[in-house]
């Protein structure tokens, strides 16, 4: 069983930066992906960002691509997204998920453990 505690959300002027923080209780093997999603009031959670627990391999969606950097950390199992060049429509509450399966999936579904969520407010 894994549970995962998101924290960094604030509130931030357009242009600004955030990190935000998964940390992971329970296990984390190299096999398992990690991801970043984010939603918005009234609308669906999206695909923000994944990475593999190994290493090596990342994916983004187009919308935060040269913006957001996810990372990891193995030794201390916290997972990290740096955001920079915020914007409004970046406005959501932030989620992090594991993937057993490591199949960095751009679909919410492919993710059997969430955290709780942390809000990102970014005004203009």
């Known amino acids: 069983q894994v549970q995962l505690v998101e924290s960094g959300g604030g509130s931030v002027q357009a242009g600004d930066s955030l990190r935000l923080s998964c940390a992971a209780s329970?296990?984390?093997?190299?096999?398992?992906?990690m991801g970043w999603f984010r939603q918005a009031p009234g609308k669906e959670r999206e695909f923000v960002a994944a990475?593999?627990?190994?290493?090596?391999?990342?994916s983004y969606a187009d919308s935060v691509k040269g913006r957001f950097t996810i990372s990891r950390d193995n030794a201390k199992d916290i997972l990290y997204l740096q955001m920079n060049s915020l914007k409004p429509e970046d406005t959501a509450v932030y989620y992090c998920g594991a993937d057993p399966r490591g199949w960095m999936s751009r679909t919410i579904y492919a993710y059997s453990y969430w955290g709780q969520g942390t809000q990102v407010t970014v005004s203009s």
């Open positions: 990475i593999r627990w190994s290493g090596g391999s990342t």
């Open positions: 329970g296990r984390i093997f190299n096999s398992y992906a």
